[in-house]
Structure formats: structure tokens, C-alpha cells
């Protein structure tokens, strides 16, 4: 019954000449059981609950969905800012993001130049996010999964005015002796100057 009174084990028959009596609906709950379980209700309030109850159901069982972003080694300081701010506006989504960095033929000589290139996107983007395992080798690439923080322990979503500026080389990359080549103060890349012949003076 409505007030989940147990009535015991009845023939079909005299469960719904009960029902009829309380001018409620003979309803089937659990027909696999032995005996089959019903209960004596209002079927349109009862079916109203199922439904509730399934659409409750929906929402806790919601698939995470997960971003990939994809770095290189050498990446230049602007890209890197780029694909973090995307990042982060997915971590305050409540997806993950799946960071993948990939090598290319001789960058595999300097394979920790690109794990520094992860670690520093993984320490950039802390106050969105977090993972929890370290970046793990998976062939010719090192990939990890960052979670976002909880909605409570997460950092604002940043305006656009609020968003991160264009990170230097070394925040990215402060490895001794690495062939990184670092832009100059003029915005132009240092190159080694040959001999150079000048004209005569008039």
C-alpha cells in the first residue's frame, strides 16, 4: 500500500477486489519476484514518481566529457597561452582535459625539454585543475589527464580582460644547454652574422 504496509501473500483476484474497495489501481512493481511484488496506489501518482525518479537518475549518472589539447616541445610562449586559457575554460566546464604532447624525429633527443613544456601547463592551469598521476610515455608522446578542481575549491572562470598574458620562454622551458632558441628583446630570433662587405665611402 501507499503507506508501504506489508498485506501479505494474496490471489490476484482478492489483491484487486482490495484495491477496487479503496478505489485505487492494482499496480505490478516487481514481476520478476517469486511471488510477483504489486502494490495497491494511485497509478498516475505512481507512474508521476518513476518518472521523477528515473530523471534523477539521469543526471548522477552524466558522462564527464573530455577535451584533448596537444602541445610540441618548442612551443612558442603565444600558443602556449592560447591552448591553456582553452584548457581552463573546460575545466570550469566540468570536463577534463586530456594534454597530449607529441615528439617529432631529433625532439626525441630531448625528451626533457618536453616534459618540462608539461609540467609547466600542469602548474599554469593548478588553480582549474589538478591530475593524478604524473605524466605518463606512450610512444612518441607523454600524456596526462587533468580533472578540474571541485566547484568549490576551483578558481573563478577568467574574463577575457582576466585571462592569462603571453608567458615568457622560461616559465615554459629553463633547461641548461637545450636547443631552445629564445627570442631576443626586439621580438626578432638571435642568428649568427658572417662576414659582411660594406660599400666604400664616397
Known sequence: M?????????????????????????VEISPNAKPPVCRI??????????????????????????KEIQLRPNIDPHDFTFKLNHAIDFLCEGMK????????????RT??????TIEAFIEKIKPWGSCDTKPREAGRSV???????????????????????????DEIRHVEGSDIKKKSSTGFRNKALGNIKLPAKN
Open 2 to 26: 501507499d503507506d508501504g504496509k506489508q498485506l501479505g501473500i494474496h490471489s490476484i483476484q482478492e489483491a484487486m477486489r482490495m484495491a477496487k474497495e479503496q478505489r485505487l489501481d492494482l
Open 41 to 66: 496506489t494511485d497509478y498516475g501518482k505512481y507512474s508521476y514518481e518513476q518518472k521523477k525518479l528515473r530523471k534523477e537518475q539521469k543526471k548522477a549518472t552524466v558522462s564527464v566529457k573530455i
Open 97 to 108: 582535459v586530456k594534454v597530449i604532447l607529441r615528439f617529432r624525429g631529433k625532439e626525441l
Open 111 to 116: 625528451k626533457h625539454v618536453g616534459v618540462q
Open 143 to 169: 600524456i596526462v589527464l587533468i580533472n578540474p578542481q571541485p566547484k568549490d575549491q576551483r578558481a573563478p572562470h577568467p574574463n577575457p580582460e582576466e585571462r592569462a598574458v603571453e608567458v615568457d620562454h
